[in-house]
Antibody, heavy 123, light 110 residues
């Protein structure tokens, strides 16, 4: 069964970092891209960036450049997303989502989503 | 920056047809995708490339794109269709392409 399974909920203090994982099952990890999307409580969806598990190429949303890093580990078919210098407004559910093309195609949809990881930033 | 405009809410009775719109600058050169998000769950792709359906999505879900407005149509609405719906495109107007989501539409089944 094709699925993305994410790591569990996190609680962090302002200024800390968080690393969320997303493990792929049921398909060839190196033939699809992975994007990260977040959703603040009661709010809409916000795209953070994309990574190719095949080449390691990345594309970050302007708001997140310099504060977010995305990597993949093909040996464990896992994608990781790290956010540094956390603020209270980073409190959100973070989703990984698969894109149909392994390199960036600016028409791609997100055809498979992880279950989401709640990250709470609070002092 | 690119903005996608959706109505905050749409209400329909069971068995009726729901139409959810998504307004943008110029969809002619872009593919519009639609997602359903039930409360407490992850989004699910229901329509991609303007009008195609992933496997497992009922034929009751369809999409269209008229140039400045994309529309998700749900016929024979059921209670289980109650959810938030989001449209999505890529903004390629700058050197740094990015994904844009509409603000979401809450579908209420009366």
């Amino acid at each position: 069964q094709v699925q993305l399974v994410q790591s569990g909920a996190e609680v962090k203090k302002p200024g800390a970092s968080v690393k969320v994982s997303c493990r792929a099952f049921g398909y060839d990890f190196t033939t699809y891209g992975i994007s990260w999307v977040r959703q603040a409580p009661g709010q809409g969806l916000e795209w953070m960036g994309w990574i190719s598990p095949y080449s390691g190429n990345t594309k970050y949303g302007q708001k997140f450049r310099g504060r977010v890093t995305m990597i993949t580990d093909t040996s464990t078919t896992t994608a990781y997303m790290e956010v540094r210098s956390l603020r209270s407004d980073d409190t959100a559910v973070y989703y990984c989502a698969r894109t149909p093309n392994v390199e960036l195609v600016t028409d791609d949809c997100f055809d498979i989503w992880g279950q989401g990881t709640m990250v709470t930033v609070s002092s | 920056s690119y903005v996608l405009t959706q109505p905050p809410s749409v209400s329909v009775a069971p068995g009726q047809t729901a139409r959810i719109t998504c307004g943008g600058n110029n969809f002619r050169s872009e593919s519009v995708h639609w997602y359903q998000q039930r409360p407490g769950q992850a989004p699910v792709l229901v329509v991609y490339d303007d009008h195609d359906r992933p496997s497992g999505i009922p034929e009751r879900f369809s999409g269209s794109n008229s140039g400045n407005t994309a529309t998700l149509t749900i016929t024979w609405v059921e209670a289980g269709d109650e959810a938030d719906y989001y449209c999505q495109v890529w903004d390629i107007s700058s050197d740094h392409p990015s994904v844009v989501f509409g603000g979401g539409t809450k579908l209420t089944v009366l």
